[in-house]
């Protein structure tokens, strides 16, 4: 165990439906992550939470929506996703202020959109 | 924009072998960089992590190198075990290691 959980582990949902992922870090971090984790591209970051300001990849669709009310939870918000969302989505936390910044991960919420 | 390669992608070892896993990334100026182990299925385990400023850093039989100027990493695994058998990933890191890219991962077996 790492620390951070996540839940649901599986999640199965239509493109019209609407999904949170939940992500919780019992590590006294500062800072959480979303990652996102495709069949055939490599992991690739989505969004990040550090001190309070968020920051974010350009490139992930409004259709994904975080949320983080403090330190220790992060959400992800999911609504009219396509199947190409389909994918394993991986949370982490870490402590910005430390020499390391070393990042922790969760075990995932494989995600499936039919 | 940083880019990071591993080779191989996948690698079939009989039990016992030293083996040597390969990550190259294309802009030096790293927070650090990490090694990660992931089973099938799961989430990431932290393996080693080497600050910018660090050569080497050394787990059991594990062993990671960092040549920042060359754009390179490498871990090492000494006397293989079926158990070693996951996809090994690295990852560096800029912004004060906000910042994680990942390679695309070695997918290790390991024979008994």
């Known amino acids: 165990e790492t620390g951070v959980t996540q839940t649901p582990r599986h999640l199965v949902m239509g493109m019209t439906n609407k999904k949170s992922l939940k992500c919780e870090q019992h590590?006294?971090?500062?800072?959480m992550y979303w990652y996102k984790q495709s069949a055939k591209k490599p992991l690739e970051l989505m969004f990040v939470?550090?001190?309070?300001?968020?920051?974010e990849n350009n490139s992930v669709p409004s259709r994904f929506s975080p949320e983080c009310p403090n330190s220790s939870h992060l959400f992800l918000h999911l609504h009219t996703l396509q199947p190409e969302d389909s994918a394993l989505y991986l949370c982490?936390?870490?402590?910005?202020?430390?020499?390391?910044?070393?990042?922790?991960f969760g075990p995932g919420t494989r995600l499936t959109v039919l | 924009k940083q880019e990071v390669t591993q080779i191989p992608a996948a690698l079939s070892v009989p039990e016992g072998e030293n083996l040597v896993l390969n990550c190259s990334f294309t802009?030096?100026?790293?927070?650090?960089l990490q090694w990660f182990r992931q089973d099938p299925g799961k989430g990431l385990t932290s393996l080693l992590l080497?600050?910018?400023?660090?050569r080497e850093q050394t787990s059991g039989r594990l062993n990671a190198s960092l040549d920042k100027s060359s754009g390179r990493s490498t871990l090492y695994i000494a006397a293989s075990q079926p158990g070693d058998s996951a996809t090994y990933l690295c990852a560096v890191a800029g912004n004060a290691g906000n910042m994680l890219t990942f390679g695309g991962g070695t997918r290790l077996m390991v024979k008994p």
């Open positions: 802009d030096s100026a790293i927070y650090n």
């Open positions: 080497i600050q910018s400023s660090q």
């Open positions: 982490a936390s870490s402590q910005v202020s430390t020499l390391y910044n070393e990042q922790f």
């Open positions: 939470y550090s001190l309070e300001e968020r920051v």
């Open positions: 590590l006294g971090h500062n800072a």
